[in-house]
Structures are given as C-alpha cells and as structure tokens.
C-alpha cells in the first residue's frame, strides 16, 4: 500500500494557504475601504429603493458578478467582518481613541450616536450643543445614513462644543429629560425610510429611557410629523420640538444626537441593552394606533363563514411603476380560495392609522417590491406577507428589504418572482434584448440603470395558476386553530 509523504508537499500547501489567506485579506480590506468612502447616493433615487446599506453591499456584487452568486457571498463575509469589528465603539471623526468611550462614536455601519452629561445646553437656531464636560467639539449628522452623501445634503450637521466659560448661553427652559436630537431629513417621505432610517432607530435610541427622553427634531416637516406624532407620543412624555425653529436654550442634564441604527426595519435584540426587540417595536406601534390584533389566530375555533381570513393586496397606479394589471382577477382568485380579499393603496395622502387598521385587521399581505409593503410592521405575528418580486434578478433586493427582516416580525414570508412572460417588460422591448434576456448586464451598468429598468418602467400580470399555489401555501401557513 503507498502512503503518501507530508514532507514534500508541505511547503506547496502552506505556499497555497498563505496565498488564499491573501486573497481573502485583499477582498476584505477592498470591501471595507469601499463600504467606508464609496458614496452610495447616486444609487438611491426611486421612491421605493431598497436600504443603502443593502445597496451598498449589493452593488459591489453586481458589478463583479460571475453569474454564479460567489463573489456577492464574498462581499457580505466582508460585511459580516465589518459588523463584527464594530461591536467596539469607535470615535465617529476616525480619530485613534482612547480607553474610555468618545463623545461621537460609530453605533454602526449606518449610524453616528453622540452622548454627552452635564450641564447641557442645546441651541437649537444653530444646531449647536454646549457641554460643560467637553474638552473638544465633535461634529455629526443626526441620520442613518452614514455614507450616503444624497442623502446628508439634506441633513443639518450638528456641533457639540465645550461650554465657554465667559459668554455661555443663558438657560430658558430646564428639563429633566434626556435630550434626542435626530433629523427627519434625508429620505423621509417614502415609508420604508421613514421605519428603517428614523422610526425604529428612535425607537432603539429612546426605548431604555422610559419615556424620560425630549425629542428635538432637526429638518422639522411638520406633514411626517403628523403623520407619525402618535408614535413619538408613545416613546415620550414630552412635547416634540421644532428645533431648528427654536429661539429657546434649552437646559438638560443628557443628551443624545443622533439616532442607532441595528438592521433594517428591526432591532437586534443581542445589541439593545435590555434585549428589547422588533417585537417590542410592533407593540409599541399597536399602542400608538390602538390596533387589537396582536396575532393572526381566528376568533372562534377555526376559520369560517363568519370570520374568513382576510387577505389585502397592495395596490399601485400604473404610472407608478410596479402594479398588478390583473388585480381585480387576483382579488376573484383569492375570493374563490375563501380569502376576505381588501384592495388598499398606500400614498403620502393616506391616514396612517385608519391604514394600520386595515393591515392588522389582514392574515396575509400581497404585494410588489416597493414601499407599500412597508406596512408588514402592522400584520399580527403569524400572519404571512408574499412579495412579488419584479424580473430580472432582483432577489437579492428582496430578501434584504422585506424577506430578512419578518422574521423578526413573527410574520411568515413567501416570495412570488416574476418571469419573463409576466412582466410588461416582454411588451416594451424585442425578446432578444438585454434587458430580457440578460438582466446582470443592466445591473452591471449600475443601480441607476437596474432602478429606472427593472422598477420604475416595469407592471407584471402574475399567471393566476403559480399565484394561486401561492395563495394555498399562505393558507396553510395561518393558525388554524386555539390549539395551532
């Protein structure tokens, strides 16, 4: 019997080792260089765009995408590597540190948090906080969206700075509540960026003080603020300011600028200092709408006549982008399946609460990639969301935008992608195009091209027999009884 000697081969596998070790130190470091400087703005443009981070990471993946998904699974261990080093703080200016925690630190790969104590001075006119403690100033934009240059033009940057001892600004108004200054700037408006970017990470940010927390809002758009005072009602016993508007000093003992940013449309419980979770968030948002569902399980025994499981579909104009052309069919699909079918569409218009009534009175949620499906966060755990997913290879955004992200709802996810001879795509261009026949090429060209292609020009018309098993599925999925 030959037996194999170590002794030769030993120094061409450690050659070998040594050189993938290389390889993977390169891909990391690139990736983590890019995810740092690269701005990603240009990226963002759609009304219903997916995160930036997720873009970010996703982007990178296109534009070296082999076809067989490698070197996207390549970017996001590079990701992961990044997320792991950032579990220590580190100043958010770049600057070395020392032992004790910055004033201005990275809570993430989204997000800059500072917190300072003491005697606190905020003045709003100037975006500016006076801190007696300080011993430089530190600058930061109170938005979660770090490196997206797009969006920070439309952020204010606030300065926190050591309290002059000669001219100090007089105090107006003294508080005890810990001050929150956050911006509503950026990219609110679009719902999946008001929840991502602002709400929840308010929500991460202000949850551990118990409601003893004054938000003072920066880039103040008194229409979002009415739309979503309910919920800032509920994080804080104290008015919300204007504070850009403010003529006041307002005097606190804390403060907090800048909001932390976990995941998107979640909270990492692992991060929350008390583990509070996505759950706690969807309890909190059942609280500020009064809605009475908290999960999907039928009223009486089982599902029956008198109470049929509902199913809403998302609904979108045409001119839009990304409607269903055969809705009234898919709502006579659903009926015949015994499906209480609602049709709802979602715009800047719409009563936020009266909408969150309507999604948690609802067992399942159908609609395409876009803002709309944003509304997930007020389904009953257990209830199940399907995303239709436009053509051409848009999976990835999918899955980082809604798929990942109900898990941490307690609500089911089933996914409906649509093909070729599904997509009014096949109508507006020849069946040998590129965009139809070859969709990585348009992702090569970049998010701008994918962006206006594949979702601001495209309408599907889902086959009612693939959607229908979809249906089926959902159904089986719901709580059938006490006992499920």
Not at 254 to 269: I, K, M, N, Q, Y
Request: with cysteine.
């Amino acid at each position: 019997m030959k037996t194999r000697s170590s002794a030769r081969g030993e120094p061409r596998r450690l050659g070998n080792a040594a050189l993938l070790a290389l390889m993977l130190c390169s891909v990391v470091a690139l990736s983590l260089i890019r995810g740092r400087f690269a701005p990603i703005g240009d990226a963002i443009k759609s009304e219903d765009d997916a995160a930036a981070a997720a873009v970010a990471v996703s982007k990178v993946a296109i534009n070296v995408d082999t076809g067989d998904g490698a070197d996207e699974a390549a970017v996001e261990a590079a990701a992961e590597e990044k997320q792991k080093e950032e579990v220590q703080p580190k100043p958010a200016d770049g600057s070395g540190g020392g032992a004790a925690k910055p004033v201005c630190y990275e809570t993430s790969r989204r997000s800059d948090t500072c917190e300072a104590a003491g005697d606190v001075r905020v003045v709003g006119s100037s975006q500016t906080v006076y801190v007696d403690l300080l011993d430089r100033e530190w600058k930061t934009k109170p938005y979660c969206r770090k490196h997206d240059n797009f969006a920070l033009a439309h952020v204010k940057e606030w300065s926190l700075k050591p309290l002059p001892s000669g001219a100090a600004p007089q105090c107006t108004v003294n508080s005890s509540a810990t001050a929150f200054v956050l911006s509503t700037g950026g990219f609110t408006g679009n719902p999946f960026h008001d929840y991502t970017d602002v709400l929840i990470p308010a929500f991460i940010t202000a949850h551990p003080l118990r409601g003893e927390v004054q938000f003072l809002v920066s880039s103040y758009k008194s229409w979002w603020m009415n739309r979503y005072i309910q919920i800032f009602q509920q994080m804080s016993r104290h008015e919300v300011v204007d504070i850009d508007a403010d003529d006041e000093v307002r005097c606190y003992r804390s403060v907090v600028v800048g909001p932390t940013f976990h995941r998107e449309l979640g909270v990492d419980a692992s991060k929350s200092p008390s583990g509070y979770s996505t759950a706690d968030f969807r309890k909190m948002l059942r609280d500020a709408f009064g809605l009475e569902r908290a999960t999907a399980t039928p009223s009486g025994d089982r599902w029956d006549i008198r109470r049929r499981p509902r199913l809403l579909i998302i609904s979108r104009r045409p001119s839009r982008g990304r409607a269903f052309m055969n809705e009234r069919a898919m709502a006579d699909m659903a009926a015949s399946l015994g499906f209480d079918v609602r049709i709802g569409e979602p715009d800047s218009s719409t009563d936020t609460s009266k909408f969150a009534r309507l999604v948690n009175s609802c067992d399942v949620m159908v609609g395409v990639h876009g803002a709309g499906l944003t509304n997930m966060v007020f389904l009953p755990a257990g209830a199940v969301v399907v995303q239709v997913v436009p053509y051409g290879r848009l999976e990835w955004l999918a899955r980082n935008t809604f798929a990942e992200p109900s898990a941490g709802m307690e609500v089911h996810y089933l996914e409906y992608v649509v093909q070729m001879d599904e997509t009014t795509l096949s109508e507006q261009y020849p069946s040998d195009h590129p965009v139809l026949r070859d969709p990585m090429a348009i992702h090569k060209q970049g998010y701008r091209a994918l962006n206006r292609t594949y979702l601001d020009k495209q309408n599907v018309r889902p086959h009612l027999g693939r959607l229908k098993n979809t249906f089926l599925q959902a159904l089986k999925m719901l709580p059938h009884g006490r006992d499920d």
